[in-house]
C-alpha cells in the first residue's frame, strides 16, 4: 500500500476519533499558555487504534497546541507549536512497540491534513523498556505563525534535533 492509500484508510478507518481530536487540538480554550499552564493543561488524545500495518499492533495519539513564546521558552515569539506524539503498544504482548515511520508520516496527514503535515518536522523519538530500546513513541512539531498559517521552525529551537517531514516544503 502507497502512502495516499495509507492515509486514505487512516481517515476512513478512524474519521470520528481523528475529527474528535482534530476540533479539540484547534479549540481556542485548550491552548497552552501563561493563562492555561503546563500544571493545569488537559492535552488532547485518543483511546487506542488499531495500526493499519500491524494487526497486532494499537496506537494512541496526543497532541496540543501551544503559544510559541510560551513553549519554547523565548519571549517575544510570535505564532504556535503544535506537537503530536504517537505511541505504539502490542495487543498480545502488552508492552510497547515502535511504529513504523511511514505509517506514522499517514496518521499525521490523516490528522492535519496535507496543508499542514507536509509543514511539520519529525521532532524524535522516546524508546521505552519494553521496546527493545527501538523508538515506541514518535514525535511532530508544526510551527504556525500568528495568522495561523505555517512557518519554518524557529530560530533558537536548535535544541531539538528535527527533521522536515516533506523537505520540499519551504523551497
Known amino acids: 500500500m502507497d502512502f ?6 487512516i481517515g476512513k478507518r478512524n474519521k470520528d476519533a481523528l475529527d474528535a481530536l482534530r476540533r479539540d487540538l484547534f479549540n481556542e480554550s485548550n491552548l497552552l499558555s ?19 500495518t500491524d ?8 497532541a496540543d497546541q501551544g503559544e510559541l513564546a510560551y513553549v519554547e521558552e523565548q519571549p517575544g515569539l510570535e505564532g504556535y507549536r503544535i506537537t503530536v506524539s ?8 502488552g508492552g510497547r512497540t515502535a511504529l513504523p515511520t511511514a505509517e ?11 496543508d499542514l503535515a507536509r509543514f511539520a ?3 524524535g523519538a522516546l524508546s521505552g523498556p519494553a521496546s527493545g530500546l527501538r523508538p515506541s513513541t514518535v514525535y511532530y512539531f508544526l510551527f504556525l505563525d500568528s495568522g ?20 520540499t516544503a519551504f523551497s
Open 34 to 52: 501563561p493563562a492555561n499552564p503546563y500544571e493545569t493543561f488537559r492535552p488532547s488524545g485518543t483511546g487506542q487504534l488499531r495500526s493499519v
Open 104 to 114: 506514522t508520516d499517514a496518521w499525521l496527514y490523516a490528522l492535519l491534513g496535507e
Open 4 to 9: 495516499e492509500q495509507m492515509t486514505a484508510l
Open 55 to 62: 494487526r497486532h499492533t494499537d496506537l494512541s495519539i496526543g
Open 148 to 167: 495561523r498559517k505555517p512557518m519554518p521552525r524557529p530560530a533558537g529551537s536548535e535544541d531539538v534535533v528535527m527533521a522536515p517531514v516533506d523537505p
Open 86 to 93: 504517537m505511541a505504539g503498544s502490542n495487543r498480545i504482548m
Open 121 to 123: 518536522y519529525h521532532a
